[in-house]
């Protein structure tokens, strides 16, 4: 039996499909919350969103560190790269940094008016 390497492009492309899909159910998310009218789901889709931006703004200051020579690149250091990043940032959502509580305020705010509206002209 013939085992092949895991070519790093497979992880790669494995991880940016990951990521797409989570901003697709994080926009799905934010509709139904949006549709429902539900505040909870509303600052739940907050949370998710902060943790998605602090993913991607993690990602682009990595790119930024000059590379070393120190410790060859290789598929296991990327696969374990990744995994210390996630970790990282599942550490830091849970204080947040405060992106979360301003979007869903601004939100909240859109979310009362367009409902009041929408009240409004339905008892016309």
Request: glycine content about 4%.
């Amino acid at each position: 039996m013939k085992i092949d390497r895991i070519g790093s492009v497979d992880i790669t492309a494995g991880i940016e499909r990951k990521q797409v899909t989570e901003e697709q159910k994080f926009e799905q998310y934010l509709r139904k919350a949006y549709s429902d009218g539900d505040k909870q789901q509303l600052k739940n889709a907050c949370k998710e969103f902060e943790v998605l931006f602090m993913q991607m703004m993690y990602k682009q200051m990595k790119r930024t560190v000059p590379k070393s020579s120190l410790l060859p690149e290789s598929t296991g250091r990327r696969i374990f790269e990744e995994m210390l990043d996630e970790e990282l940032i599942n550490n830091a959502k849970e204080r947040g940094v405060g992106i979360a509580d301003i979007l869903y305020r601004q939100l909240s705010l859109n979310m009362d008016k367009m409902f009041t509206v929408s009240h409004e002209e339905k008892t016309k």
